[in-house]
């Protein structure tokens, strides 16, 4: 599985909308990317119809992912970056009832989702989240274009044909680095800390200025996703009912501080005498809030996948409110660098993707990529940070994705919270220990994720067809 690519580490965390990284977000970035390579075959004003195939775990968890939402407003041209959250539903139904889609956000065309998105229980060989597009032109035509939707909101074809630009740009790299052992290598040979190394790599993407400009957008984001979800009651969507646990957490945690923004509430937080016995309390508090936001469709940042989202706000959160009040920007971006390198190292050397890994890939990877951006802002050595990530993963192996109805709510609500916790409780572990005594280092249990991965029945990936999708039935819900 491993792949020599130059990730980085705004690959890994992306702004995007609810629920799923690769149900949701994917074929949402699919359409577009179809859209532009129309375009460029200068065929796109020729398109009079079109119709969309999902195959796999992408099909089968499809309507409650929202897959079907996804696929409308990429092919509208919306971008889900910036697309207004509360107009989603209207534009949908706008299509619905009146049968037609502005394609690409401009030519109107026939469109009826019931009948032009089909949904297939089949797999397709390359990957459990396959999408195809097809487009009959007016001169009766057809042009079809496969993708796959692989974790993360990475979008790839099977061809590949982008592999040899993928591994020049590897190269590019001042520290191209494949795996944990290459990363410690690098650290050792220029006495930089992790965080060091992955921004020289950064610098080589782009600038200083834009470097920080896009690190606050991602924290930013994360803070307003935290805000929404503590501030918001009721029951999310989807038929399961299931109340929103975030905002009563957080009315009894709370002092009385006044604020107004979600800067505000961070300061009043800080500034809240908070009890051993709450500490815990929060982090759940924190990471449900983010995966709140996300199974109603909200705006959050796919850390590395929108269903293990909760789990880097909720422990950098932690970290400025208990452990550092004095924590700036630079400690936000000094996490998100290491989290960002963490989980590429994963992404390379086994995947990140539910529907190839189960939940040991999605909460699994958050949790290692918290666990040892937490403890570098901690004082961590390189080999603590590594032996933090590995505790976390190791304690996640054989993790099965098993969402009940196919809705990103039960287990994965909860499984952000515990993800958090255990990140936590890693870093903590790997600051008190002497690295050059572990047994397991980080690349074995990549691996062995990997091999977990390959073992596990398809039914407990992402499937709804195992598990608790199974043994709990939605008429008891």
Known sequence: MSQRESISIFDMLKIGVGPSSSHTLGPWRAAERWINELKKDNIFDEVVRIKAHVYGSLSLTGKGHATDYAIMLGLLGTDPEYVPIENIHSMVEKVKESKLLDFGGTNSIPFEPDIDIVFHKK??????????????????????????????????????????KKDAAFNTFPFPIQ?????????????????????????????????????????NTMLECMYIGCHTEGKLPGGLNVKRRAYEMHSKLKGNLPYNSPEEWLLSIRQTEVKFRQILQWVSCFA??????N????????????????VIPAVLMYYMVIENH????????QFLLVAGEIGSIFKKGATISAAMGGCQAEIGVS?????????????????????????????????????????VQVPCIERNSMGAIKAINAAELALGSDPSEAKVPLDKVVQTMWETAKDMSSKYKETSEGGLAVGVFLSDC
């Not at 109603?296 to 909760?310: C, D, I, K, Q």
């Open 367 to 407: 949790s290692a990529m918290a666990a040892g951006a937490l403890t570098e802002l901690l004082g961590g050595s390189p080999e603590q940070v590594l032996m933090a990530a590995e505790i976390a993963m190791e304690h996640h192996l054989g993790l099965t994705c098993d969402p009940i109805g196919g809705l």
């Open 288 to 293: 449900l809030s983010v995966n709140e936001v």
């Open 179 to 219: 795996n944990g052992e290459e990363l410690l290598e690098c650290c050792s040979k220029n006495s930089k800390l992790i965080s060091e190394i992955v921004l020289e790599n950064e610098r080589s993407l782009r600038s200083d200025a834009e470097i920080d400009f896009q690190i606050k957008r991602i924290w």
């Open 326 to 333: 004095a924590g700036n920007f630079e400690h936000i971006k």
């Open 123 to 164: 797999f397709l060989p390359f990957h459990a989240n396959g999408l195809k597009f097809e487009a009959i032109l007016n001169s009766g035509k057809k042009k079809s274009k496969t993708y796959y939707s692989i974790g993360g909101g990475f979008v790839v074809v099977e061809e590949r044909k982008n592999a040899k």
């Open 295 to 310: 199974a109603s469709l909200g705006r959050v940042v796919t850390a590395p996948t929108n269903g293990s989202a909760g």
